[in-house]
C-alpha cells in the first residue's frame, strides 16, 4: 500500500526505499517464499515501478493470485470476485480498502480457499496463477 498511496514519481521515499531493502534482506535469509496478493499483476506493476526508482532488484519469489484462485474455485458461487466479495463471502471482517485489513484478508481469503480446493480434492496451488503475465 505505501508503494500505491505514498508514490512520487522524482524521489524514491524513504518508506519505499526501507521496504526495498527490507524485501530484499528476507528474500537473501530464505524466509519469503512467495507473495500473496489478491490480482498480483496489477500490485506488481507497483512493485516494478519501485524497483526501478530504487535501483535494487525485484525479490525473487512466487507470486499467488487469489483473485485468479476465487475465480478457478468458484466461478458461480459469488456475484464477482472483488476482494470486497469475497470477505463478505467468508465472513473476514476487517475494513475495506485499507492497507493492513486488506492484507489480512487476503491472507485469510489464500487459506479459506485453500480449504475449498481441497474439499474439492483439488490442488490448491494449481489455481494460483496470476490471471495475467507480469511484465519482469
Same mark, same amino acid.
Given at each position: ?35 500473496? #496478493?489478491?490480482?498480483? @499483476?496489477?500490485?506488481? !506493476?507497483? /512493485? ?5 526508482? *530504487?535501483?535494487?532488484? &525485484? ?39 485499507? #492497507?493492513?485489513?486488506? @492484507?489480512?484478508?487476503? !491472507?485469510? /481469503? ?5 480449504? *475449498?480446493?481441497?474439499? &474439492? ?16
Amino acid at each position: 500500500e505505501i508503494l500505491r498511496s505514498d508514490w512520487s514519481s522524482d524521489v524514491c521515499s524513504s518508506d519505499l526505499l526501507h521496504f526495498c531493502q527490507w524485501a530484499e534482506h528476507l528474500c537473501d535469509q530464505g524466509q519469503i517464499a512467495g507473495l500473496i #496478493a489478491h490480482n498480483v @499483476a496489477f500490485d506488481w !506493476g507497483f /512493485l516494478e515501478r519501485a524497483q526501478r526508482t *530504487c535501483g535494487m532488484p &525485484l525479490p525473487h519469489f512466487q507470486p499467488i493470485d487469489t483473485l485468479s484462485m476465487a475465480r478457478a474455485l468458484l466461478p458461480t458461487e459469488v456475484p464477482n470476485h472483488k476482494l470486497t466479495t469475497l470477505r463478505e463471502h467468508f465472513e473476514l471482517g476487517g475494513g475495506q480498502h485499507r #492497507a493492513l485489513d486488506d @492484507a489480512l484478508a487476503t !491472507g485469510m /481469503l489464500f487459506y479459506k480457499l485453500c480449504e *475449498c480446493a481441497e474439499s &474439492l480434492e483439488k490442488d490448491p496451488l494449481a489455481y494460483c496463477s496470476p490471471a495475467y503475465p507480469l511484465s519482469s
